[in-house]
C-alpha cells in the first residue's frame, strides 16, 4: 500500500482530509508519516492552493465545504479527479434498463457485459414519472412505485440506495431493507424516494445473501481468540502510476456477524487485509 500510494506522486502531496470524514485522519496521518517528508495531511476545508499535487480525501457531494474545490476541479493536479458520475449508483440500475440494453452491448466487450450481468445486482431508477397502464417495471411486475410500496414482506426483497451525490450516500447511510422494516416504513420510504428524484435519486435493487464464512478474531474483552461467522464485503485497492500502470496495492476484508445485513465497518465488525 506504500509503495502503491507512492508511486501516484513522484514529488509528493499534500493529503487532504474533509471534516466529514475526519473519521479516516489518523490513518491518513500514519501513512504520511511512513512515506516521509514530502507527504503531509492538511485540513481540506483551510488548505491553500500552491504548487503541490493533492490527494482528495473528501467526497465530492462536500465541495461547497471546500473553497479550494473549484480551483482544484478547473485544472489542480489531484487524485481521484473529480468524476463525480462515479460516484453515482444509477448506474448499476441504468445497466439494467431495457431501453439501453443495446448501447451497453455496443460499448462493451461481450465477455465483460456477461460478466457485468452475473454481479450486478437486478435494479431500477425509483423514477415517480407515470408508466402507462399497458406497461410494468420488469420483474416486479407492477405499473408504479406506490404498487411496490405495497408489496408483502416476501415481496419487498429489496434494497433502497439513495444513488450518490448526498451525504447519505456512503457508510450504509441511506440505504432501507425492505423484508427488514414494517411495510409501513417501506411504503413511507418509497414515498420519499419519489419526492426526492429531481434533487437525489434513488435506485432499488433485488436484495442478495452473501456466503458465509468462519473466520478468527481476538476478544478484546476475554483475551481469547474466537471465530466469528459473518459476512463479507472485499475493497481492492490499484494505483495507476505516472506511466499509467496499474497495480493491485492491496485487498481489505470487511467481515460483519452473520445477523447483519448491511456490510460496512461497524463496531461489532472486523477488518483485515488479505494475502
Not at 229 to 239: A, H, I, S
Request: net charge negative.
Amino acid at each position: 500500500m506504500l509503495e502503491g500510494f507512492s508511486s501516484l506522486f513522484e514529488d509528493g502531496a499534500d493529503i487532504l482530509v474533509s471534516e466529514e470524514s475526519g473519521d479516516y485522519r489518523p490513518e491518513m496521518a500514519w501513512l504520511a508519516e511512513q512515506l516521509g517528508e514530502k507527504f503531509s495531511v492538511q485540513e481540506a476545508e483551510k488548505w491553500q492552493a500552491g504548487d503541490r499535487e493533492v490527494y482528495r480525501f473528501f467526497e465530492l457531494f462536500d465541495w461547497e465545504s471546500i473553497p479550494s474545490a473549484k480551483g482544484l476541479a478547473a485544472g489542480g493536479k489531484i487524485t481521484p479527479p473529480f468524476k463525480p458520475h462515479f460516484e453515482e449508483k444509477l448506474w448499476l440500475a441504468l445497466f439494467w434498463s431495457p431501453s439501453l440494453r443495446k448501447i451497453w452491448e455496443s460499448e462493451l466487450r461481450g465477455s465483460h457485459f456477461r460478466r457485468l450481468r452475473e454481479i450486478i445486482p437486478f435494479g431500477w431508477v425509483v423514477d415517480p414519472r407515470e408508466i402507462p397502464p399497458h406497461a410494468a417495471l420488469p420483474r416486479l411486475e407492477v405499473s408504479s412505485w406506490d404498487e411496490v410500496g405495497g408489496f408483502s414482506q416476501k415481496e419487498r426483497r429489496l434494497v433502497l440506495k439513495i444513488s450518490g451525490f448526498n451525504e447519505l450516500a456512503w457508510g450504509s447511510r441511506g440505504v432501507t431493507i425492505g423484508h427488514d422494516i414494517s411495510s409501513q416504513e417501506w411504503g413511507s420510504a418509497l414515498s420519499q424516494a419519489q419526492a426526492d428524484f429531481q434533487s437525489k435519486p434513488s435506485i432499488v435493487q433485488e436484495f442478495q445473501e452473501t456466503k458465509l464464512i468462519e473466520h478468527p478474531y481476538f476478544d478484546p474483552q476475554t483475551g481469547e481468540r474466537r471465530i466469528m461467522v459473518g459476512r463479507v464485503r472485499l475493497c481492492p485497492y490499484y494505483f495507476v502510476d505516472s506511466s499509467g500502470k496499474t497495480k493491485l496495492g492491496g485487498c481489505l476484508a470487511t467481515i460483519v456477524p452473520a445477523d447483519k445485513k448491511k456490510i460496512h465497518g461497524m463496531r461489532d465488525g472486523v477488518l483485515v487485509p488479505c494475502m
